[in-house]
């Protein structure tokens, strides 16, 4: 799978888990920060259009896992979203 994210919302980080090496990255599409194993492999890259505007990165997940498919920890943080996502609902 490919996925499209934003050059400059890239950055180094360990995870608060398992320890593992990962950098987030912000997706285009969602808007969502997303966490990839080690070091993000760029496929593709498309200079921004508009003066000022932000350069668009393609990464696949082959090449960069996100790290939520391999954490031995993920679940957990799974189930901390979901609980959140209901406590908003009802409010």
């Known amino acids: 799978m490919t996925l499209e994210i934003f050059a400059d919302s890239r950055g180094p980080d360990v995870c608060r888990s398992c320890g593992a090496t990962i ?4 997706v285009v599409t969602s808007g969502a920060r997303m966490p990839f194993e080690g070091g993000i492999v760029v496929r593709a890259v498309q200079p921004s259009l508009i003066d000022g505007g932000r350069t668009i990165e393609t ?3 082959d090449d960069s896992p996100v790290h939520w498919m391999t954490c ?10 979901v609980a959140a996502d209901r406590r908003e609902r009802q409010s």
């Open 23 to 26: 950098e987030w990255a912000e």
């Open 59 to 61: 990464v696949d997940t």
């Open 72 to 81: 031995p920890h993920a679940d957990t943080w799974r189930r901390r979203k």
